[in-house]
């Protein structure tokens, strides 16, 4: 199969929004991915606007670079991003923006609307088909079958069901809507570690199930009534007390996941894909105060979100001299995920790096 081309800009200061601006700007141009985007055309941005006590997040004065390109082509650029399963500032549309526009995503900053695609409560959902070997129809933000062209801007973290994550996690994730969030994760039910749990309730009060309940003084999981939707990890950020059942089926949840993406992906005609492998953090943009494992390495872009992974995933553990996803996460191997999005035709793991 032909190699996928991959561009990469270097940035050797992060925090320097104008070289990272600058280097921003040099990917969009010289890599010609936004050749495809045409006038009058909806061109969804897709990001993570972070969460509460994050700052991994792209910064939202780079953005504008991007936004500013769309509109050179007369196209409509809006940001976007959907609801969470967890009861946190992204549940629903109204926290969802008061949380991106505290975070700098105003359009007086972007130069663009926000839209949070799957409504207020996530309602405006929808069902695609998907030929997959597990699922056969996903749950997904409704307008997705409406953009024109969508841009994936994804920050490069760890993950926990995934080891590493990037473009991927940023569509098949990121486009779900809650119940389609919960079917890929269903498969990893957690359970928690009672000599490190000091019963402080936070998973009982973010359990969207009520699964969570006061055993022996401490927190317990009733599995018949947990749904695998794995918030209760991200509540427990500060005790590491809820692991998740690997052997239940991490692998499962990563074939699930890019079964989403492989439905998503074919509701949208035109698709580019950014990441920024600056400030890596060994959590995703979900956990708050998650430890930055590498920094300073690029910006990559590709039509191939398979290949932009690979690429991006190969960088980092270039600068890092060793496999900090997998020192955080030891069994959510993300190139299971690459090889079975490459069976599945989603991308190619096998690339061309061209420096720009
Ligand atoms: S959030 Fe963690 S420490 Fe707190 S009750 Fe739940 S498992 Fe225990
Ligand atoms: S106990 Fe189950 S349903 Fe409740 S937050 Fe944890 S994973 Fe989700």
């Not at 996928?4 to 320097?16: H, N, Q």
């Not at 109204?94 to 663009?112: I, K, P, Q, R, W």
Request: proline content about 3%.
């Amino acid at each position: 199969m032909k190699k996928s081309k991959v561009y990469f800009t270097p940035i050797d200061d992060s925090k320097d929004i104008n070289e990272l601006k600058s280097a921003f700007g040099k990917i969009i141009t010289q890599s010609g991915l936004l050749n495809n985007v045409g006038e009058g055309e909806f061109t969804a941005i897709k990001l993570h606007f972070g969460e509460e006590d994050t700052d991994g997040y792209v910064n939202p004065r780079a953005i504008k670079v991007l936004v500013d390109a769309i509109k050179k082509k007369n196209a409509k650029p809006f940001l976007t991003d959907t609801n969470v399963l967890y009861k946190g500032m992204r549940s629903n549309a109204v926290d969802h923006l008061n949380l991106a526009y505290s975070h700098g995503f105003g359009y007086e900053t972007t130069g663009a609307p926000l839209i949070i695609a799957d409504g207020i409560f996530g309602e405006n959902e929808k069902s695609f088909s998907v030929k997959g070997h597990h699922l056969t129809s996903i749950k997904t933000a409704a307008p997705i079958q409406y953009f024109d062209n969508m841009i994936s801007v994804a920050h490069c973290t760890g993950h926990m069901n995934t080891g590493y994550a990037g473009a991927l996690k940023n569509i098949c994730m990121g486009f779900a809507s809650r119940a389609g969030k919960q079917i890929q994760h269903t498969s990893t039910k957690p359970t928690i570690n009672g000599d490190k749990c000091v019963l402080c309730k936070r998973c009982m009060d973010l359990c969207p199930e009520n699964a969570i309940i006061e055993k022996n003084g401490k927190a317990f999981i009733d599995k018949k009534k947990c749904t695998g939707c794995s918030e209760c990890i991200i509540a427990c950020f500060k005790h590491f007390a809820v692991n998740i059942s690997w052997s239940e089926g991490i692998r499962l949840s990563q074939e699930k996941m890019v079964e989403y993406a492989l439905g998503i992906l074919s509701q949208i005609k035109n698709k580019v894909f950014f990441n920024f492998a600056v400030h890596v953090t060994s959590d995703c943009d979900c956990m708050p105060k998650s430890e930055v494992i590498a920094d300073n390495i690029g910006i990559l872009a590709s039509a191939d979100p398979v290949a932009l992974d690979k690429a991006s995933h190969d960088l980092i553990l270039a600068k890092m001299g060793k496999d900090g996803f997998k020192d955080r996460y030891p069994e959510a191997d993300c190139k299971r995920m690459f090889e079975y999005a490459g069976q599945m035709g989603l991308g190619n793991m096998e690339y061309i790096l061209q420096k720009i």
